[in-house]
């Protein structure tokens, strides 16, 4: 059902092992190939463009892209009351944790007479994206919302894909989540193309303005479109097929372990699930656990795929400390630490998109009501990219003012190294004040 990597009595060095960690078939970027004609028909053909590509990637052919306000409102009065319950507890905890990320501004006194002051701008217009493939994602609307509205955005437009179960319209649960944080803009659209509609903004009536950064999870067409219009718009970082490695030693349950890969293999055959652990008696322990509840799980069929793929594996390393480089060098989307020191071992994790210490944190509690975000980066992007926050839609700017006596204190410096650089004209702009 999972391969086993075994790395015990193997060189860890931290380049073999990035090559050596489970990967999927298909990455990221051999997928931006796929999803260039489709971003370039968008850009070209706009709204009758997407129609198009809805009809042929969702078998649904709509009049537009747009989805009445009227029906996103309808959504919410329809909610079952205990859906709207856990969402808006999701919302409170999750708004309570990104208001507390909203940094301070702060001015500094680099010399009597001159400053330079950091302020916060957000951008002015996000579109954030939903997915709504194989399952249905309301808790994805509030982790981009929340963050959004508590970094100041004052223009919010949601792009999720539409459900021919649902006459063309996108899930009312997805609808109805846009409804209860006070969302209005919603489009039926979705995958790489939402992406594209996003960057490139699609004019006339019943378009799409562009916007100046997309963030959301999605399918690695998703993310490979996120890549391809890198600098065209902004992205939070490439949140494809979710991921999920676990680090354990001789103290973990192993019926925990499973149902956590478990968990996540359920969002997607390409989905990835990593055990890490230098105890080969729990590995086998967990193999047994994967066995039984595997068949029992209501999307058992895709949950084995995904574990049978090789992006999932169950990893042997000599000791934790092997363990802890394997964990770097493969900067999980979620981490998982099960040992019997797990809490100091999450200090000392450098790569993880987001960390989830000891027996009673599985990563289902982040996805719903942890109030930390679960849109993540993912295949590696954990390394130098970080998960979907108020400063995703935060920009620091900084505010220079120096009066004349301290520019003419600093001046000399000023053409000196505008000399250095071979820019005389630099040093000009200050001796044309300080020369007076």
């Known amino acids: 059902m999972i391969r086993t990597l075994d790395l015990r009595g193997r060189d860890l060095d931290h380049r073999r092992l990035r090559g050596t960690v489970p990967r999927a078939g298909l990455d990221v970027e051999a ?12 850009r070209d053909r706009g709204v009758a463009g997407l129609l198009d590509l809805t009809e042929r990637f969702d078998g649904v052919r709509r009049e537009g892209i747009a989805v009445p306000a009227a029906d996103v409102t309808a959504a919410l009065t329809r909610l079952d009351p205990e859906i709207r319950a856990a969402l808006e507890e999701a919302v409170r905890r999750v708004r309570l944790v990104h208001r507390a990320q909203r940094p301070q501004e702060h001015e500094t006194t680099v010399v009597p007479g001159g400053t330079v002051r950091q302020r916060w701008v957000p951008v002015e217009r996000v579109g954030l994206y939903v997915p709504g493939g194989l399952a249905v994602y309301p808790s994805s609307v509030v982790m981009n919302v929340v963050a959004a509205q508590e970094a100041g955005v004052s223009s919010i437009a949601v792009a999720t894909p539409p459900q021919r179960d649902h006459g063309g319209s996108p899930h009312p649960t997805i609808l109805a989540a846009c409804a209860l944080l006070g969302v209005e803009e919603v489009y039926a659209v979705g995958g ?19 916007v100046d950064i997309v963030t959301g999870p999605g399918n690695v067409y998703v993310a490979a479109a996120k890549r391809l219009l890198k600098g065209r718009v902004g992205i939070d970082s490439e949140a494809g097929p979710t991921e999920i490695a676990i680090l354990a030693d001789h103290s973990a349950d192993p019926g925990f372990v499973a149902a956590d890969l478990i968990s996540q293999a359920e969002h997607d055959p390409l989905a990835a699930a990593v055990l890490i652990t230098p105890d080969a ?4 322990a ?12 209501k999307h ?35 981490l998982e ?3 019997v020191d797990a809490a100091e071992r999450a200090t000392r994790v450098r790569n993880a998109g987001a960390i989830f210490v000891g027996d009673w944190t599985p990563v289902s509690l982040g996805d719903y009501a942890a109030g930390s975000n679960h849109v993540l980066p993912t295949g590696g992007c954990a390394a130098h ?16 003012t120096y009066d004349q006596a301290a520019l003419a204190d600093v001046a000399h410096h000023v053409v000196v190294l505008s000399q250095a650089e071979d820019l005389p004209a630099h040093g000009s702009a200050v ?6």
């Open 31 to 42: 997928a931006v190939a796929l999803v260039r004609p489709i971003c370039d028909e968008v």
């Open 192 to 210: 790489a193309q939402a992406i594209a509609m996003f960057a490139y903004g699609v004019p006339g009536p019943g378009g799409c303005d562009a």
């Open 281 to 284: 008696d729990l590995a086998e």
């Open 286 to 297: 967990v193999r047994q656990e994967l066995a039984a509840q595997v068949p029992a799980a």
């Open 300 to 334: 058992s069929e895709r949950i084995a795929t995904a574990l049978a793929g090789p992006q999932s594996a169950v990893v042997l390393v000599d000791d934790l400390e092997a363990g802890m480089a394997v964990v770097d060098a493969y900067a999980a989307e979620h």
């Open 337 to 339: 630490i099960h040992t």
């Open 385 to 400: 990219s970080a998960g979907l926050s108020v400063m995703t839609f935060l920009r620091p700017i900084h505010v220079v």
């Open 431 to 436: 001796t044309a004040r300080t020369a007076r």
